[in-house]
C-alpha cells in the first residue's frame, strides 16, 4: 500500500534507535514489496543493534482466532514464517 513505509525506510528508523523493544504476539504481519518475504517487523529486528524482544505468554493471553492472526490464503505461511522467527 502507498501508505505503508517501506522496509528501507522502517531500518533507517531503526538504526536511529539506542534499542528497539518488540512484542511478538499472534501474527507474523506485513511483508513489503521488496523484502525479501519477511515482516516489517523482522526487518526491524535485523537493523536493530540491541533487542529487548518479549514473547507474548499464550497461557495468559490466548489469541482470539477472529482478531488475532494473519488474514488471507497465506496464513500457514505465515504461522510458520513466524515460528520461525520466535525461535
Request: aromatic share 8%.
Amino acid at each position: 500500500s502507498a501508505n505503508r513505509p517501506t522496509a528501507e525506510m522502517c531500518r533507517e528508523e531503526v538504526e536511529k534507535c539506542d534499542v528497539l523493544v518488540g512484542i511478538i504476539a499472534y501474527r507474523y504481519g506485513w511483508e513489503p514489496t521488496g523484502g525479501a518475504g519477511k515482516s516489517i517487523t523482522e526487518h526491524e529486528y535485523d537493523a536493530a543493534s540491541e533487542r529487548l524482544m518479549f514473547l507474548v505468554d499464550e497461557r495468559a493471553v490466548p489469541a482470539d482466532f477472529t482478531r488475532d492472526l494473519d488474514e488471507g490464503e497465506d496464513r500457514g505461511d505465515k504461522l510458520k514464517k513466524l515460528d520461525a522467527f520466535k525461535k
